[in-house]
């Protein structure tokens, strides 16, 4: 079973930041491309950055470009989104998505992820 596990999500205030965490549970990161993923209440599940095999290939949704990065460290076996800036509108549950793949690209599309972790949730604070 592929599991992708999150971490690192909590309450912060406006204009504060969070490093969210990915492994997949028995599996070497590097062999998947990776997101993440937020849904809001009432709302539906919608891209907030993606990253291919090797990490040299990001995708950001555009209301967090230029405050979050994903990235990805192969000895951790880990994928990281730092998040700065934040937001109330920040505020959701989020998702760390796998996709097993032998090709170097990214995946931008919820749909396109067969594995899914259990969510973390993430509220900032006006």
Known sequence: QVQPVESGGG????????RLSCTVSGRTVSNYAMGWFRQAPGKERDLVATINRSGGTTTYADSVKGRFTISRDSAE???YLQMNSLRPEDTAVYYCAARY??????YARAADYPYWGQG???????
Not at 101 to 106: E, F, G, R
Not at 120 to 126: A, D, N
């Open 11 to 18: 309450l912060v205030q406006a204009g504060g930041s969070l």
């Open 77 to 79: 076996n880990t994928v």
């Open 101 to 106: 793949t032998a090709l170097d690209v990214y």
């Open 120 to 126: 973390t949730q993430v509220t900032v604070s006006s």
